[in-house]
């Protein structure tokens, strides 16, 4: 990573630079108890997620990324350290930061109208009505209220996922790889979908990745992660204004520099 | 069933019935009745009105059994799959009553349902819970013993627990699985309600059999086993015909 662009980077970033600190992990480890020894899977993570941006982490696979995403939305438990949202340790799931999940979490058993309700609890029809077809219409599935998931294409029913996590209105969603089981097509579409959906809502996003140009695509910034046992090996700035462009140049060098600290071979 | 289908089924029955005709040519009452004496004799207990009477008595006390076995098995096996503690406990003991035959509990169950005869209904619905009980057990345990974590977790994060959780969640997600237990388990206690009755109660299909064969009358013995398939088809469409219905929104009755 060189030395001097990430700072002048920052300076040309002063939406999330004025932003104070949402979610404060610091010196986090996680250790899953196994037969034969204790798995070190997190080894002191440090990481600041700032109010209202949208961070990515990409590391290699089975780098314990989604452990720590599961840690954050308290899932799990940490072994040591602390994660605090808003200055408050997290000890378990909470409405206010919602998990969207790899393959599509919506019930099945549900039209898409119960989905996108599930999170309202006990309130009059009419209102929850209310809530349900904003968050319809705020994702483009009007005119799909009753139809059940079976019925949905899969880049529908991440919109259903999506729709459902905004109706409780958090202030987080962890994304962790919300387009892994999409077609090509469908996930590029849903990436426009997702960073006009965190335009309009100003939710903090973290997004769980490991395809290098959908992070450096999203993100405001990009935490990369080393192997297991895991650490953040270091934090850069996205500088690009939105919507970006895989060919432009800042955008390969960022990809390259991560790649880079991947230890990956990105040419084929 | 597509047109196909419906004629290679009936040229597989029109097999059966042919090899079957054929091999039983010139036999007479008293010996392996064909099929024309089959229809003969089944119009004509059909007539008597206690084949209706026998066939009652079956379905009463399969749907007793089935019933009971639904309504205890059902919570049973869903808290087994919940509670890995108590699926621990008990779930061996489960495994290793299921392959006991529900018939060699008979002396037990006359003994304690029946007084010296298996003259009551109860002794024989006793036997049909047991052979529904196990499938409906194991179905609900596995059901909600695999219940995706992502249904779970997505739950727990947006606030939904208590009976909520468990009416919102647990059972719909558990509920093609159970389905296809209930579905198992009332087959199987429509095999073992036959043999029941051929040992010791005086109404029922499995009677009627040992009834014509203490008569002599094969050709009854063999009419009694074509309603006996009939009914139990009837009641395995009838099972399929529920699971569809339950399922058909999810897009699962298209598979």
Partial sequence: MSATEPEARQGAEPRTMQAGAKIVVRDVRKTFPTKKEDVNVLDGVDLTVREGEFLAIVGPSGCGKSTLLNCMAGFERITSGSIR???????????????????????????????????????????????????????????FEKAFPAELSGGMKQRVEFARALAVEPDVLFLDEPFGALDAFTRLEMRREIVRIWKETGKTCILVTHDVEEA?????????????????????????????????????????QIFEILGVERRV | ??????????????????????????????????????????????????????VVASVFR???????AAGIGIPLGMAFGWYPRLRETFNPLVQSLRPISPIAWLPFAVILFGGIRMSSDLAAIFLLFLSA????????????????????????????????????????????????????????????????????????????????????????????????????LMLDMAMARVEATALARRGMSRR
């Fill in chain 2, 133 to 232: 009980f196990f499938p409906i057990v194991t179905a609900s345990t596995s059901a909600v013993a695999s219940l995706d974590l992502k249904y779970i977790r997505s739950a727990r994060n947006f606030g939904v627990d208590g009976l909520a959780f468990f009416r919102r969640v647990v059972l719909p997600a558990s509920l093609p699985q159970i389905l296809t237990g209930l579905r198992l388990a009332l087959g199987i206690a429509w095999v073992v309600v036959v043999a029941a009755e051929m040992l010791g109660v005086e109404s029922g299909l499995g009677y009627q059999v040992m009834d014509s064969r203490n008569a002599l009358r094969m050709d009854f013995v063999s009419a009694a086993m074509v309603v006996i398939a009939a009914i139990g």
């Fill in chain 2, 1 to 54: 069933m597509s047109p196909r289908a419906l004629l290679l089924g009936t040229v597989g029955f029109a097999i059966f019935i042919l090899s079957w005709h054929l091999a039983t040519l010139g036999n007479q009452i008293g010996d392996l009745p064909g099929p024309a004496m089959t229809v003969r004799g089944l119009v004509q207990i059909a007539g008597e009105g206690v084949l209706w009477e026998n």
């Fill in chain 1, 216 to 256: 450096v695509e999203l993100a405001d910034r990009v935490a990369v992660m080393t192997r297991r046992p895991a650490r953040i090996h270091s934090v850069l700035d996205n500088p690009l204004e939105r919507p970006r462009d895989s060919d432009q140049p800042v955008f390969r060098e960022l990809k390259d």
């Fill in chain 1, 85 to 143: 949202i808003d200055s408050e340790e997290i000890e378990r799931p909470s409405p206010k930061r919602v998990f969207v999940f790899q393959e599509t979490g919506i019930f099945p058993w549900y039209s898409v109208w119960d989905n996108i309700g599930f999170g309202l609890g006990k309130m009059p029809f009419d209102k929850k009505h209310e809530i349900v077809m904003r968050y319809i219409a705020l994702v483009g599935l009007e005119g």
């Fill in chain 2, 62 to 68: 399969v749907a007793w059994g089935f019933c009971l």
